[in-house]
């Protein structure tokens, strides 16, 4: 929203530095330490609002201060447009480069996402409108901002209380009801969803060797590289101990198992510096057993497709670890 204002009251440049500072201070007081808020992604999202704000500089750099009028509204409108319009492509084209995804809903969001982005663009105009023309009526159209603002806010406390706290991504109970209710989804959109089930092989030794508050940032590292490796739309939660779980919606086995892969792969690649009694210390090493299901064939409940994965990860570990396995494949 203070982006778009930005781009329709202020000079290029200051508009550009506002959207770094709007970043920059949701970073340092909401997202950072969640494993699905990487330094990365955020940085990838603030430099996509710089370039939308370019974008639709472009069409605000004509102007001879902020129109008005019907003519002035539908120019208004066209900046909007083209603001949404490059910030959805560079979103959209990251999405699919780092998951490969196609659908409409992967790429672009939800209609609930949408309409969030319409809204903020409506108090946008509607705050630069005010400070040029009514100064004297930007309060009341700060109230419905801070009304947008708190209910977000409550929605990121609620999703800070789903969250692990040793590892940033959902806790067990958070991880089942955001489960359930995408299966609920899945059976009546007759799709298909993907569960993974993964164990840290010979977790114990890490403890034993590099002591228990180093295991507990290898742990949080193991996290965010699970985060960072499955699809921006997954949800992945920590199911007790070593042990954590993926819900991949609309996902097919053929789909499923490259992703288990990768993330295989990526856990094989950690490094990762703890602090020991004898000084700083690298663990490498590390590996991963997955098990698979997919709804429907391996369950249509939640609790039967995580009796097949977790079948199919102990399979894994007596099949050697370091592998994934599907019980359907098998």
Known sequence: MWTFAGVLVLPSGLALALGLL??????LRVWRGMSHR????V?????????????SGVIVAGWNGLPVGFTGSLRIV????VFTAANAFIVALSVYLHTGARSPRSLFGSGDDNLLEVTTLVLGTSTALGIVHAPALVPFVLLPVLVLHRSVLVRQLEIAANIDGKTGVLNAHAWHLLSERELSSAA??????GVLMLDLDHFKQVNDVYGH???DVVLKVVATTISEHVRDYDSVGRFGGEEFVVLLPGATETEVIPVAERVRQAVMDIEVEVGTASGPRTVRGLSVSIGVAVYPSGGTVLERLLHVADSALYQA??????????????
Do not use: D, F, Q, T
């Open 22 to 27: 709007i970043y920059l201070h949701l970073w």
């Open 38 to 41: 990487p330094a990365y992604r």
């Open 43 to 55: 940085v990838y999202c603030a430099a996509a609002i710089v370039l939308s704000c370019l974008a």
């Open 78 to 81: 066209e900046a909007a447009a």
């Open 188 to 193: 009546r959109a007759k799709s298909k969803l």
């Open 213 to 215: 508050l180093a295991g």
């Open 317 to 330: 570990k007596r099949n050697g670890r370091n592998r994934v396995v599907s019980l359907a494949a098998a």
